[in-house]
């Protein structure tokens, strides 16, 4: 069985390698393939899907600027020497190549479910860690085990099935508000995300590594490892170089901000993606030890988030065609028509999965989905919680074979889609096994 996974997965990484573009080049082609599966499949003429691919394009600024935001002060809080060292500790004890890949796996899924920007950044920073200090470690496979943590992202604390429990959306309205303990509290979906987050997938990415001979290590040259920090005297420098290297600039305003934290939760506040980043840029300005040091860190991570910038403007295009010319609707009421009250969020799941290819952003997808589930779970009296987190469970899905949010890792960790992607292909295949039978045969 393991000559058989690894037999495959090696030629899922040939075909990949041969066909995958760059992911920018992905994104056009599937532009491309969107515009013609809507005049094919819904009553949209050229004219009307192409001005709904223009209108879309900034669709999703908000979007990119909090995306791009997250990558600049992940990156930068990541770089604090408290946050390096608890890094260092984390893989302190990981000592063979095997063990570098099930960590590096696990780790991500862990923070992932807790905080999925957390899983991407830090999980890629594993990756660079443990690729300088194991020998013969395939470092592609490192990377792709920091992304396959991401498969559990939508079962977890940030999910996007947090607005089913937000009052005033138009889910309240059709179905009522949706508990927790309904959708990601629930016993089929911790398990769901015990068991690929910490046995299946980890194990997987051990079982596909390839042998010595065809391993590539970490480019020193490309991520190079940084100079140990030297401490500035404060003492005889001049009134700027005084103030940029003063951490009680830092502490003053991390404090600060640290303050107004604790009084949004307190107030009922959730954890969003605004939250995040000012929880990653309180924590990155609070323990980096001069301002200087900080901006220097920011403008680093900033370099990481040329992709993001670049790419998410032509995925905002292929939503824009897919909701307005009502495709995504026409792919979910395909599945809705063969579907019972049993299997509807199976088929919830495999649709999702499809749709999420085009619409790779959670909230998105569950705005040209949402609907078109929920009214035939009320219809034919199925599982509405279920059925829901189907659609977010395939959200995550095929993200495993989709790009778009492996751009901020590939960014940090210098390398290209088509040397992750193969890796994952077994991770698509067994765990879209494993949360059908569940949400399928599952009390």
């Not at 491309?32 to 223009?54: E, K, N």
């Not at 690729?131 to 496979?141: E, Q, S, T």
């Not at 396959?148 to 089913?164: A, D, K, P, R």
């Not at 991520?223 to 404060?234: F, G, N, S």
């Amino acid at each position: 069985m393991k000559k058989l996974i690894k037999s495959f997965t090696e030629a899922c990484g040939k075909l990949v390698d041969k066909i995958l573009p760059d992911a920018y080049l992905f994104a056009v082609i599937l532009t491309g393939v969107t515009f013609v599966m809507c005049l094919i499949f819904t009553d949209a003429t050229a004219g009307q899907t192409f001005v709904a691919w223009g209108d879309g394009v900034w669709n999703l600024l908000e979007f990119t600027s909090q995306m791009a935001t997250i990558m600049v002060f992940g990156y930068a809080f990541s770089k604090t020497p408290i946050m390096e060292k608890f890094l260092d500790k984390m893989c302190h004890y990981v000592k063979t190549p095997k063990q570098a890949y099930f960590f590096t796996s696990a780790a991500s899924a862990i923070l992932s479910w807790i905080c999925w920007p957390a899983g991407l950044i830090c999980g890629g920073f594993i990756a660079l860690k443990l690729g300088r200090k194991i020998k013969k470690v395939h470092f592609p496979l490192l990377v792709a085990s920091a992304y396959s943590g991401f498969l559990v992202f939508q079962n977890g604390l940030t999910g996007t099935h947090l607005i089913l429990n937000t009052p005033g959306t138009w889910s309240e309205e059709l179905v009522g508000l949706i508990p927790p303990t309904e959708t990601f509290l629930t016993s089929w979906n911790l398990f769901i995300s015990l068991i690929l987050g910490v046995v299946v997938v980890p194990y997987l990415m051990t079982l596909v590594a390839p042998s010595d001979d065809k391993v590539i290590e970490l480019d020193i040259d490309k991520v190079p490892e940084e100079k140990p920090r030297e401490k500035v005297k404060l003492k005889g420098l001049a009134f700027n170089d005084w103030l940029e290297n003063n951490y009680f600039i830092n502490l003053f305003l991390g404090l600060a901000l640290m303050g107004y934290i604790v009084y949004y939760f307190v107030n009922g506040g959730g954890l969003t993606i605004n939250s995040t980043n000012l929880i990653f840029m309180a924590l990155g300005i609070l323990f980096t030890p001069t301002p200087i040091e900080f901006v220097n860190r920011c403008v680093e991570g900033a370099h990481t988030a040329g992709g993001v910038i670049m790419q998410f403007p032509i995925y905002a295009g292929i939503q824009g065609m897919m909701l307005t010319t009502g495709l995504a609707s026409v792919i979910a009421d395909g599945f809705v028509a063969i579907s019972t009250a049993k299997n509807l969020p199976m088929w919830s799941f495999l649709s999702a999965g499809l749709v999420n290819v085009f619409i790779p952003s959670g909230g998105s997808q569950w705005v040209a989905q949402g609907p078109v589930m929920l009214e035939a779970a009320a219809n034919l009296g199925a599982d509405i919680p279920r059925t829901a987190m189907g659609v977010f469970l395939g959200n995550s899905w095929t993200n495993m074979i989709q790009p778009f949010w492996a751009i901020p890792l590939l960014s940090i960790a210098n390398v290209k889609a088509k040397d992750i992607i193969g890796y994952l292909v077994p991770v698509l295949i067994a765990s879209g096994t494993i949360i059908t039978l569940v949400l399928v045969y599952w009390p």
